[in-house]
């Protein structure tokens, strides 16, 4: 069985230090998010929260730039 890491809202910073640990740990690769960029607004609520707001905002670090 092969495991991955994924990276998907974590700082860009911290990829290098994930990559090393999940080497370490024996992690057969890593994932990066499939998506080209978010909106900053939405015009329905996010399905995935209670609340409805998304998990990030714009200052949210991503690999990409903008995110």
Avoid: N
Wanted: contains cysteine.
């Amino acid at each position: 069985m092969k495991f991955w890491l994924s990276t998907a809202f974590s700082a860009p910073h911290q990829h290098v230090p994930l990559a090393r640990a999940a080497e370490e740990a024996g992690i057969f690769g890593m994932t990066m998010s499939d998506h080209v960029f978010f909106p900053q607004q939405l015009r329905t609520p996010y399905p995935y929260t209670p609340d409805g707001k998304p998990i990030w905002t714009p200052p949210t670090p991503c690999i990409r730039s903008p995110c």
